[in-house]
């Protein structure tokens, strides 16, 4: 079966701080590609950054940044300098081809 | 403006009446899906379409039909809603299959009394 596991409901962060949001997932398939989403008090669903497994090269996207280590299947998001505007819940996802699969969500807020 | 269009935005109805959260997307692409975010439970995904005449099940697809009869519109079905079908529903798109980043709707928010 294909799981996300994201194991930090909530997270709280200092503006200007840098934070990192954990991610695991479980699939037997080699080929991949895993995403951050990011959804705001609006509720609409932002992509924040993408991986494709096969990269062994961390995406960065700005201040947003990823540790994908394969072996360990985790896939974590490194967000630098926090700004209030990432006050945010953050989804961790992957799909093997056809399904999506979406983690528990971490519900972050950044403090002035 | 490229955009994925959900109606309605907010839906309150009853046990057992027919109802149809309908999906479009104006560009162009091939990949159509629908999930359901519940607290503590994330995004769950109910359907998804390959392409026109193309769909298929996701993780919890029990109570609800799609159709995908033209390459822009992908409408979800609930024939007999429940309330526990109460959720917030997105549907979203991408340009092909699903290793592309997927564009989403603003969202349906559904109450089933």
């Known amino acids: 079966a294909q799981t996300v596991t994201q194991s930090q409901p909530e997270m709280s962060v200092q503006e200007a701080e840098t934070v990192t949001l954990s991610c695991t997932y479980d699939t037997s398939e080699n080929n991949y590609y895993l995403f951050w989403y990011k959804q705001p008090p609006s509720r609409q669903m932002i992509l924040v950054i993408r991986?494709?497994?096969?990269?062994?090269q961390n995406a960065t996207e700005n201040r947003f940044s990823v540790n994908f280590q394969k072996a360990a299947k985790s896939f974590s998001l490194k967000i630098s300098d926090s700004q209030l505007g990432d006050t945010a819940m953050y989804f961790c996802?992957?799909?093997?081809?056809?399904?999506?699969?979406f983690g528990t969500g971490t519900s972050l807020t950044v403090i002035p | 403006e490229a955009q994925v269009t959900q109606n309605p935005r907010y839906l309150i109805t009853v046990t057992g009446k027919k109802l149809t959260v309908t999906c479009s997307q104006n560009m162009n692409h091939e990949y159509m899906s629908w999930y359901r975010q519940d607290p503590g439970l994330g995004l769950r995904q109910i359907y998804y379409?390959?392409?026109?005449?193309?769909?298929d099940k996701g993780d919890v697809p029990e109570g609800y039909k799609v159709s995908r009869k033209e390459k822009r519109n992908f409408p979800l079905i609930l024939e007999s809603p429940s309330p526990n079908q109460t959720s917030l529903y997105f549907c979203?798109?991408?340009?092909?299959?699903?290793?592309?980043?997927?564009?989403f709707g603003d969202g349906t928010r559904l109450s089933i009394l």
């Open positions: 379409s390959m392409n026109v005449e193309v769909t």
């Open positions: 996802a992957f799909t093997t081809g056809n399904q999506f699969y």
């Open positions: 979203a798109s991408s340009l092909r299959r699903s290793n592309q980043p997927q564009h």
């Open positions: 991986q494709e497994a096969y990269k062994q």
